[in-house]
């Protein structure tokens, strides 16, 4: 695993910057004596949109818990546009530019849409009015539903208002814990989009995703986590196409399906005679 | 998350109950120093261990209409051979020493209240007192207004209603800062009737022992109320957050704190009832029903206050942070919120509501060393008929309390009233498992 890694250990166009944000040989966990991160090295440049995918358990929540104070970190660090914040707590971490959306439980249940948003920026009441327009420029819906209870918003809502809450402190790096899950894959679509948008922005972000395919897809590059270590990391593109990647990881069914449809689609369209091949899957995106 | 009570050894509990309860204590101790029960304007013998043996044991009570105390009712003590009367003096107190621990009857003599008055309870004019490791015993006959043969039960209820809503008012303030704490801790505060005590005996101290104005009294007692809020969560609460101690061990370290509380409340008041002198004893009449001043200012003090608690809660930004910490804590700490710094705030504020109940509470009945005690049950009753965490449904589940306890005297004698309550506790609960304002939650 190491020597992939070494392999990928990319030379970005970003490289000679200094990442916003980047952990160094992170060591974590909750029970004493049992670690869940087993050094971890995770960056983000400026303006980079960074995909975690991985298998369930792998500690990829954990990861983001981590860096956002959440858990205690036992070893290693973790630095924010050069500052150590190995430890800070969550409200500090706010404060200097974090934003975080938990992958469950992310809205105040009993608090209206506005209230929700309002929470977001309690350390800087002024600027609401300000960063409500910006949020609600990615997020249409929340400004016309903005007295409705969070409680009573479907999951895919409440994500645009968890994501909304997040950004009201205008962070410029944000966490996303699996922003997509439980949703339709429409709405994932627009999801990623929204996310897309929210990176275009200027904020850099940080997604853990189980849609590993379409994260790959949109992500300026990836990391893939296996038991507490970052065991891949390239570009979006070198991972969809690495078949280690995808055997242990993407999976082969999707690509079989993928490839499957466009064959057909294809020879619908006639526009080829022969059988499409596995390839057409892994073809570039 | 470090703002969560966590699971932890008995051990380090039982050594942080006893350590707590010691502070809360010696805090109480140092307050209540400044009113020892001798020092106290009461007319009946104190037990003194140093005294004659006979006039240890005695057997006493208060007569009073509404909030007048009745003057030159006699009360009957007999037993085993002992037979005395007693008469109320213009306190409405009555006291009969007796020769020493066992059982006696003690019988209203209806036929000495004033025209007008009649007990409450005609039926049960003669109780059985058993005196055995208490010196002291209480006995009260409520009398009202009315007379035998008229007694126009519409007007009955009306007054009795106007009462219940009167109690139920008073019992919201400490009703919301039990949910308040609840919401924002999951802590269920045990040692909340203490602090209803506590604010009542502060009152009485300043305002009727030492005779201080109301402007003077009532602040002191609030502000006294207020630290003792900011007390438990400082020296006591946030200690045993931090160390990661479980919801329940907390829970039974403030069963701890009341038990204590409550005893060294008794030891430096004594076992006596008081009377709160407001000089409010004015009474108005609302249609036919009946009612002193001192309720109508009571009534609009709670309306008030709730309606702030109100406006906190909607309008204010630490009051929506206060309602963020009680949907989600961790999220609220995630958004920048500072949680500890919040729930500090909210016990100083349902402390000083709670005081401020107490104070009432001394007004509407009497000051006594376990009269928190006794209503602790009716306010988790109200918090949890309301719907558990929700300040406008502890409101909610208080008035109906309020109401339900003092109309159904009407019909059921009064030591059942309490009882009457949590039924209809159970029914509500059984309809409506969250409360009657409480929401189930939508899943996904
Ligand atoms: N609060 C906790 N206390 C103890 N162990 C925990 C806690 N939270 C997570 N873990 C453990 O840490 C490991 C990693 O969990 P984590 O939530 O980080 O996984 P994940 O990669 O996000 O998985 P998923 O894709 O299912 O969300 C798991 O084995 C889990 O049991
Ligand atoms: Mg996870």
């Known amino acids: 695993m190491a020597d992939t890694t070494a392999a990928y250990a990319t030379p970005s166009p970003t490289e000679t910057r200094e990442p916003v944000l980047y952990s160094t040989d992170l060591v974590a966990g909750y029970i004493p004596g049992v670690n869940i991160l087993n050094g971890c090295n995770i960056s983000a440049y400026a303006g980079e949109l960074i995909g975690i995918i991985g298998p369930n358990g792998a500690g990829k929540s954990t990861f983001l818990k981590a860096v956002f104070g959440q858990v205690k970190i036992r070893s290693g660090s973790i630095h924010l546009k050069g500052d150590d914040i190995t430890g800070l707590k969550a409200d500090k971490l706010v404060s200097k530019g974090v934003g975080m959306v938990p992958q469950n439980n992310n809205v105040f249940p009993t608090l209206s849409i506005e209230e929700n948003l309002e929470m977001g920026m309690f350390q800087a009441p002024k600027l609401f009015s300000e960063r409500f327009e910006f949020v609600t420029t990615i997020f249409p819906e929340l400004a016309k539903r903005r007295k409705q209870r969070a409680g009573s918003l479907s999951g895919g809502e409440r994500q645009m208002v968890a994501m909304g809450r997040a950004l009201m402190m205008d962070p410029s790096v944000l966490l996303l814990d699996e922003p997509s899950a439980g949703l339709s894959p429409v709405r994932q679509d627009e999801t990623f989009l929204r996310v897309h948008q929210i990176n275009r922005a200027g904020v850099s972000v940080i997604m ?49 399906v993928d490839a499957d449809t466009k064959a057909r689609a294809d020879s619908a369209a006639g526009t080829t005679t022969g059988t499409a091949t596995g390839t057409a899957g892994v073809a570039p995106v | 998350m470090p703002l969560m009570y966590r699971r932890a050894s008995p051990v380090v509990t039982t050594i942080a109950a006893t350590v707590a309860s010691m502070i809360m204590g010696i805090m109480l101790a140092v307050l209540m120093g400044l009113s020892p029960a001798s020092a106290a304007t009461s007319p009946s013998p104190e037990p003194s261990p140093s005294g004659d043996f006979t006039s240890t044991f005695t057997i006493g009570g208060l007569i009073r209409d509404g909030d007048t105390p009745i003057e030159g009712v006699e009360v009957q003590v007999e037993g085993d051979g002992f037979d005395e009367v007693g008469v109320t003096g213009e306190d409405g107190r009555w006291t009969v020493p007796v020769p020493g621990p066992g059982a006696y009857t003690a019988t209203l003599l209806p036929d000495t209240l004033p025209e007008g008055i009649v007990p409450r309870d005609p039926e049960n004019i003669t109780r059985d007192v058993t005196l055995g490791t208490t010196n002291t015993v209480n006995v009260l006959f409520p009398t009202g207004e009315g007379t035998v043969v008229e007694n126009n039960i519409a007007d009955t209820i009306l007054t009795r209603f106007i009462y219940g809503l009167n109690f139920g008012l008073l019992l919201a303030l400490g009703a919301i800062g039990i949910s308040l704490i609840y919401g924002t801790t999951k802590l269920n505060n045990f040692a909340h009737g203490e602090m209803v005590t506590f604010g009542a005996v502060i009152f009485f101290f300043f305002g009727t022992v030492i005779g201080l104005p109301l402007y003077v009294s009532i602040p002191i007692a609030l502000a006294l109320s207020a630290f003792t809020g900011y007390a438990q969560d400082a ?60 309720s109508l200012v009571s009534m609009g003090v709670s309306i008030l206050m709730l309606i702030l608690v109100g406006l906190f809660l909607t309008r204010t930004r630490i009051g929506k942070a206060t309602r963020a910490v009680s949907d989600n804590a961790s999220l609220a700490a995630a958004s920048g919120i500072n949680v500890d710094r919040i729930i500090r705030i909210v016990w100083i504020l349902a402390a000083t509501l709670t005081g401020l109940s107490g104070i009432l509470y001394g007004v509407f009945r009497q000051v006594n060393w376990s009269m928190g005690f006794q209503i602790l049950l009716l306010l988790f009753a109200a918090v949890t008929l309301g719907g558990l965490g929700s300040a406008f449904g502890a409101l909610v589940g208080a008035l109906i309390i309020g109401v339900v306890t003092e109309v159904s005297t009407v019909w059921i004698p009064n030591d059942l009233r309490y009882a009457v309550a949590l039924i209809i506790l159970i029914l509500v609960l059984l309809v409506r498992p969250q409360g009657v304002l409480g929401r189930k939650e939508r899943v996904g």
């Not at chain 1, 893939?224 to 069914?253: F, H, I, M, S």
């Not at chain 2, 946030?238 to 409340?265: D, E, F, H, N």
């Not at chain 2, 008081?274 to 001192?294: E, F, S, W």
Request: charged letters at 20%; hydrophobic letters at 45%; glycine letters at 10%.
């Open chain 1, 208 to 256: 853990v995703e189980q849609n590993a395919r379409r994260c790959l897809q949109i992500c300026d590059r990836a990391y893939v986590l296996d038991q507490g270590k970052d065991a891949y990391t390239g570009t979006g593109r070198e991972l969809l196409r690495d078949p280690k990647v995808t055997e242990l990881y993407l999976g082969t069914l999707a690509a079989d």
């Open chain 2, 235 to 294: 020296w006591l609460h946030k200690p045993l957050r931090r160390r990661g101690v479980g919801l329940v061990q907390a829970m039974i370290v403030t069963i701890g704190l009341s038990i204590l509380a409550r005893y060294v409340i008794l030891f430096f008041l004594g076992g006596n009832i008081y009377t709160i002198d407001t000089g409010l004893t004015a009474t108005i009449d609302i249609g036919p029903a009946t009612i002193t001043v001192a």
